[in-house]
């Protein structure tokens, strides 16, 4: 009885550590400056692991092409998401949608609190970018015609900040989950976002720790 009690808590185990992968906790500031953060969001990332992350960002005619699966653009809105290439966790952040006449610009920063980043994509290599050790710097520009954007490759237990200077043309801010749709985030310049990866490991064990103890309290009443 209690090997079969085991087994299954095995198979829960890998069954939580599958669901659990790609997930990502997304926070704001209560208001800019403020360094208190409130959790808005927990989003999984979209699956992208057949091919690179400039793949699945497929930049075309100057514009994020996304593969099928990924989001679509959205028109005056900057939308963020985490997609699983093959070399491992990208942040991809998309500017306007392609071909809507609008115009528009936006200075951001993104800075790694924890883990690693290295730039896969840019979207227009003429814009003004530059890295100061764990900060990205872009300045973005789009015409009617065209997305703007980047992607980052990411890696370890990484935690970013994500916060504009400026921007215009802009009425939305959307982070994206893979099967969930998008939730509204809050913008505005000089207020910081955050993601954070989840730690699966810890939280599998968490989860296998609990359904241990009751197997076991179970026995003995048994």
Known sequence: MLNKLLSGLAAAAAAFGMAQAGTYIVEQETSAGSNVFTTVA???????????????YNLSNASYNGRPGLPVPVADGVMMFIVDSSTGPALFMVFDG??????GNAAQTIEMLSGSASVAVSDDGSESASV???TFSYGFRWAGCCTDGLALDLSGMFSLEQEF????GLSSFLVFSEGE????????????????AVPVPAAG??????LAGLGLRKRRQA
């Open 42 to 56: 927990t989003i999984q990332s979209y699956d992208g692991t057949t091919r690179t992350t400039a793949g699945n």
């Open 98 to 103: 392609i071909s809507d006449s609008t115009r």
């Open 132 to 134: 100061s050790g764990n």
């Open 165 to 168: 200077q400026s921007f215009s």
């Open 181 to 196: 749709g998008s939730t509204q985030l809050e913008l505005g310049t000089g207020l910081a976002t955050r993601i954070s």
């Open 205 to 210: 064990l968490l989860l296998v720790t609990g």
